[in-house]
């Protein structure tokens, strides 16, 4: 089945084929490491890790890189305010952030390039820049020439001279033209630093994600993700960079790019202090409902945060989950096709509301399933259904039972008070059984009677 992706550049959904089919190269614009990351700052993760397993299907080779930015004057800033070392800082919220990322269910991407460990990259390609006439050198600092680049302004749709005439308060003094951006700043002493022929200084933002994609996926790549709102300046500058630097070949062949996560209708952001750090979600709620949720609008389009939100993610997967327990007697194998339609959706430029719909059916169907053939086709389906979108990865006992805040579950606890229900019942104790589930309801246990005994699971929410 063909992959169409919508592509920022053309404005147009278009059928995906990569340069190499054996190759296929993609990067993620990471986050910058100076604190917790909110939901919002997930959603793209969340959305292209779904790509990334949709491509995999597809193409035996695919090499997915997700940057990390550990020189920041943000994170400069935090560390000041600290007194500490940056590597202090980004070195503890980089690996915060690979927990939140794993928690969420997202794969590791294959490489996970450090802006740091490549500054011999970064200066090597601001030194082409020069070299070629898109970039100058003025008071220790490098600037890139927009008016050397022609196709300036092409992704985000802005008229060049636009950008240029542009309200900028104040220009310094050092820029040829207001719009020129830094390639490389000079640091005081007590900043980070790194030699250069410029003198002692830092990389710009955008050019890190230039020369890392560079080094790990070559001058061509297949897609660039990012959220919209990095698409004008940073995905901009990125394109000038990469293709100026490489004598005007393509950089990036698709371009995508995720709507903003919202709160109460305006974009989640820090700046903004509306934000839902995930750090602070997953003590509250199952992991996996967070997952949901951000898989829950197209990615394209804005998608609002609420609790409501995630109350009827909860009750989505306990329905699904509901299902998969009733099979749980129902063996299948590990390696799962993907059911058709689910499939279907996706290729449709990761059409995950649809994708979703299709897997309520599954589930629908596997409710009705009633003969051992048809129980096994419709668990194979569901959890196919599952596999690519990264959801239903639990056991479904370990769903029903995972404590869904601070709590602690003591289980032992629960199924002797569940025996002692059971022996009340039998001999006809009705009180102490109705006593015991009252209990039960106080430490937030739900129980259920049903055909196969008495099953429990946390009240979540
Ligand atoms: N509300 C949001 N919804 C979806 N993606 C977001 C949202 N906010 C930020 N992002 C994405 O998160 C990534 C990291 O963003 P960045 O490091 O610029 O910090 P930030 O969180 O955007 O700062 P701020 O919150 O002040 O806007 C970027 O890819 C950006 O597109
Ligand atoms: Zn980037």
């Known amino acids: 089945m063909p992959i169409s992706l919508h592509n920022s550049l053309t404005r147009r959904v278009e059928p995906f084929a990569p340069l190499d089919p054996n190759r296929v190269t993609m990067y993620l614009c990471g986050p910058t490491v100076y604190n917790y990351v909110h939901i919002g700052n997930a959603r793209g993760p969340v959305v292209f890790d779904v790509l990334v397993r949709l491509l995999r299907r597809h193409y035996p080779h695919v090499v997915y890189a997700r940057n990390i930015t550990d020189v920041d004057d943000k994170i400069n800033a935090a560390a000041q305010q600290l007194g500490v070392g940056i590597e202090s800082i980004t070195g503890r919220y980089a690996e915060a952030y690979r927990e939140d990322m794993a928690a969420l269910g997202i794969a590791p991407p294959d490489v996970e390039p450090h802006a740091t460990t490549h500054i011999p990259q970064i200066i090597a390609m601001i030194e082409r820049l020069i070299a070629s006439g898109h970039a100058y050198a003025a008071e220790g600092h490098v600037l890139f020439e927009v008016e050397s680049f022609s196709a300036y302004g092409a992704l985000s749709g802005r008229d060049p001279d636009e950008l240029l005439a542009g309200a900028r308060v104040e220009v310094a003094p050092y820029k040829k033209n207001p719009g020129d951006f830094v390639l490389w700043k000079p640091s005081t002493p007590e900043l980070p630093g790194w030699d250069s022929p410029w003198g002692r200084g830092r990389p710009g933002w955008h050019i890190e994600c230039s020369a890392m994609s560079e080094a790990h996926l070559g001058e061509t790549i297949d897609i660039h993700a990012g959220g919209v709102d990095l698409q004008f300046p940073h995905h901009e500058n990125e394109i000038a960079q990469s293709t100026c630097a490489h004598g005007g070949k393509v950089f990036a062949r698709f371009w995508l790019h995720n709507g903003m996560l919202t709160f ?153 008070l569940l025996e002692e229900r059971r022996a009340a019942r039998a001999s006809r104790d009705f009180k102490r059984a109705d006593e015991i589930r009252d209990e039960l309801t106080t430490m937030g246990i739900v129980i259920e009677d049903g055909a196969q005994g008495t099953r429990w699971s946390v009240a979540k929410g």
Request: net charge negative.
């Open 264 to 416: 109460s209708g305006r974009k989640m952001s820090k700046s903004l202090g509306n934000v839902m750090l995930v750090h602070e979600l997953l003590k509250a709620h199952p992991p996996e409902a967070l997952r949901l949720l951000l898989l829950r609008g197209h990615y394209r389009q804005p998608l609002d945060w609420s609790e409501a939100a995630v109350a009827q993610s909860i009750s989505t997967l306990d329905g699904w989950y509901r299902v998969l327990r009733d099979l749980a007697d129902i063996a299948v194998d590990n390696d799962l096709p993907v059911p058709e339609a689910v499939e279907a959706a996706l290729c449709d430029d990761l059409n995950t509301p649809q994708a979703l719909a299709e897997l309520s059916q599954l589930a629908d169907q596997a409710r009705q399933a009633s003969d051992a053939e048809a129980r096994r086709a419709a668990k194979a389906a569901l959890l196919g259904a599952g596999a690519i979108l990264g959801l239903l990865q639990q056991d479904p006992e370990t769903w029903f039972k995972q404590a869904s805040g601070a709590t602690e579950i003591d289980e032992a606890r629960i199924e002797a």
